[in-house]
């Protein structure tokens, strides 16, 4: 406390000397108040410098003081003053109560509890109360409107919004920079960015929050080109960016995956180190090059950090997960642990979505536990991506036990379980829980229906599914998208109507995409239809000429109907084109670590005890009458290095080191990242039963589960 402030602070304790009017002003702190009944001008005053959330006790203690020296009685002021310290601290609750005993109530009142209702999250009750200032006569002025539009761009109501601003226009407050820039907020919430570019055009005065206001919302509705040009006139009207103007650019680099202008960014962030180097923008800029493929650069920039929170961590483990590279996530993860950095839901999410790239459920099942120990499990997010894990690692009756134990179950949770029996071949139970979501009066979406649509095409329920698509989409007024015309054109395909199948294709609303065409082409190499698969091919090829799976495709059905010369074809274009087709791996996972294995590795530890396992294994089957199926050796060999080539596949080395390291009642479960061979699937019906083992294999379109010489598919996948 300085010198003068003490000085006056005696004098008025004392009454030694008179406080002069120019000393009127001085603020004592509350705690100091309270030792002498203060005058309304001063409680005034100690109250106007209460407006944040930290005042909110001293706010109450003053209260307190007030009502036991009676000050309040009557005195329309202070209870005014006193209602708008309790909204600027974020207590409507208590706001409300003394603002509904006030008679005549002032646009300064009517504007604090408009605000505080707009910025505390409640913005029906904020749009309400301006309706009943208007009702009373109250004049809503340029301090009103601001949050009035933000209440409107919150609950994304157009109507009302619309109304407001003519009303804006009206009174004249259109001109107002704050006015203005709510509705440059509004209109950006609605969508409609180009009423908001027309009234950012006409903008009498522009501040750094008009640019940054148009530039995020140009971001934020998928207009990311034009934010950046948004930014190129910004910088020539002589504005220099800020923190929250690059955070809007870097988002839109990572949407565009625009690596060159991110770089560009973080260059200009070092240069301004001393002003804006802060943790938001360095998770941001990690942020950015994960989304632009460049996690090299995500992880230096975050080994760089000297300061870590649970953002930098999530953006990496997240970035990992997103890539594909579940190791170096759930690395990443346990890092995070051991560092004790308290992980969050966010977290939770992508290290589940890590186990289920590869099938870890043990390590899922410790994630569980950690969930429950730390109260998630009552998150609707983490709960749903709990039960995703556990449908993708295998285990039914797990998804659905952590699908009965939700508190709260949304659309997300439902279409999750109609998924995860789907691609368990389980259509007519994926059927049952659709139509039990729709006894509880969920109304189906795209993606639901996306997902049943899918699980009808896994089981041959082709009827069903025509009815799904005919009758009970129009039945919800949604209209066919492109993923369910690939769903219905997958459906047919499968089950051999290949002729309907291209018929749909040729008369649909839609313009074909790349999954229609790619499920036609995977049907035609069912039922060795050459002639379409040309036709999807060539399609495919126009779409995506990166693309090499559609070539492998074409190749392969080539190599099946023995046409080695078009064979030779098309991998002479593949070669030209410099595409390389993903290598063949499969995971298997023994005591929550998982064992990854490629097309013929002999790097594994225990390789030589594999391979012998394996000999000994072709031979019990040849015993058993196993013939090997070489249609599925895609090259033009000698039929006895056709069958020496056939025992090397990954998901049999994956097989024979589960069978060394587990016990004899131990399920095995395998994920394969490309579509399982017919001669594999063979093999492991064989083995389920010769071994008497359980095997669930999940490849890149679904899981089979073999059991006593059968598989839950039906041989039909």
């Not at 440059?184 to 009498?204: C, I, Q, V």
Request: charged share 20%; glycine share 6%; aromatic share 10%.
């Amino acid at each position: 406390m300085n010198g003068t402030f003490s000085l006056l602070l005696k004098r008025w304790r004392n009454k030694s000397l008179p406080l002069k009017s120019s000393y009127t002003t001085v603020t004592p702190p509350p705690e100091q108040c309270l030792i002498r009944p203060l005058t309304s001008l001063q409680c005034g005053t100690v109250l106007q410098s209460l407006t944040n959330t930290q005042s909110y006790a001293k706010c109450l203690q003053l209260h307190a003081h007030m009502i036991t020296c009676g000050t309040l009685v009557h005195n329309t002021y202070l209870n005014t003053k006193l209602a708008a310290c309790y909204a600027g601290c974020g207590r409507m609750a208590e706001a409300q109560v003394i603002f509904d005993q006030i008679v005549f109530k002032s646009s300064f009142l009517w504007n604090f509890m408009i605000r505080g209702y707009s910025c505390n999250g409640n913005a029906l009750r904020s749009l309400v109360l301006y309706r009943q200032m208007s009702n009373v006569g109250g004049k809503p002025d340029n301090f009103t409107y601001p949050f009035v539009l933000k209440a409107c761009g919150d609950l994304l109501i157009y109507e009302i919004g619309r109304k407001v601003h003519a009303l804006v226009l009206i009174t004249g407050l259109a001109s107002d920079i704050y006015v203005g820039n709510s509705l440059l907020s509004m209109y950006s919430k609605f969508g409609e960015m180009a009423t908001a570019r027309m009234l950012f055009d006409n903008m009498p005065v522009r501040d750094l929050t008009s640019w940054n206001t148009i530039i995020s919302g140009y971001v934020k509705n998928g207009k990311e080109r034009d934010a950046f040009i948004i930014f190129d006139h910004m910088k020539n009207a002589g504005f220099r960016g800020d923190e929250t103007t690059l955070l809007s650019l870097l988002c839109g680099c990572g949407n565009l995956m625009n690596l060159k202008v991110g770089r560009a960014i973080h260059g200009y962030v070092v240069r301004n180190s001393g002003k804006l180097c802060n943790k938001f923008l360095m998770n941001s800029l990690i942020d950015m090059y994960c989304n632009c493929d460049s996690i090299f650069d995500a992880r230096k920039l975050f080994e760089e950090l000297k300061i870590k929170d649970t953002v930098s961590w999530n953006s990496l483990i997240s970035g990992y997960e997103q890539h594909g590279d579940a190791f170096e996530s759930l690395k990443l993860f346990f890092q995070m642990i051991m560092e004790d950095e308290v992980p969050d839901e966010a977290t939770i999410i992508s290290i589940l979505g890590a186990c289920n790239q590869i099938s870890a459920l043990l390590l899922g099942s410790s994630i569980h536990s950690y969930i429950v120990k730390n109260g998630f499990g009552a998150n609707t997010a983490v709960s749903t991506a709990l039960i995703d894990m556990y449908t993708k690692c295998g285990s039914l009756p797990s998804a659905h036990h952590a699908f009965d134990e939700m508190p709260e179950r949304n659309l997300a949770s439902w279409t999750v379980m109609v998924t995860g029996y789907g691609i368990h071949g389980m259509g007519k139970e994926a059927i049952s829980i659709f139509h039990e979501m729709l006894g509880k009066n969920i109304i189906p979406d795209e993606g639901m229906f996306t997902s049943v649509l899918s699980a009808c095409s896994h089981s041959g329920l082709v009827d069903k599914g025509k009815e799904i698509f005919y009758k009970v989409m129009r039945e919800y007024n949604v209209e066919p998208e492109a993923a369910h015309y690939a769903c219905l054109v997958d459906l047919l395909g499968r089950a051999g109507n290949l002729d309907e199948a291209y018929a749909i294709i040729s008369y649909m609303k839609v313009k074909p995409n790349f999954d229609i065409w790619n499920s036609l082409l995977s049907a035609c190499r069912l039922y060795h239809n050459v002639k379409l698969a040309e036709i999807s091919a060539q399609k495919l090829f126009e779409m995506n000429p990166t693309g090499v799976s559609s070539y492998v495709c074409l190749s392969n059905i080539y190599a099946a109907e023995r046409r080695w010369n078009d064979v030779e074809k098309v991998r002479a274009l593949v070669r030209r084109k410099r595409l390389r087709k993903p290598p063949g791996y499969s995971f298997v996972e023994l005591n929550k670590r998982v064992h990854q294995f490629f097309v013929g590795d002999t790097s594994h530890q225990q390789s030589e005890d594999i391979y012998a396992r394996l000999k000994h294994l072709n031979e019990q089957l040849k015993n058993a009458g196993y013939k090997p199926d070489t249609y599925s050796v895609l090259y033009d060999v000698e039929e006895e290095v056709k069958e020496e080539m056939l025992w090397d596949h990954s998901e049999r080395l994956a097989l024979a080191f589960a069978l060394i390291n587990t016990g004899p009642t131990t399920t095995i479960r395998i994920t394969k990242n490309l579509r399982v061979c017919g001669d594999c699937h063979t093999v492991m019906k064989m083995v389920s039963k010769l071994m008497s083992r359980e095997i669930i294999m999940r490849d890149i379109r679904r899981f089979h589960h073999f059991r006593d010489g059968a598989c839950s598919c039906g041989d039909y996948w």
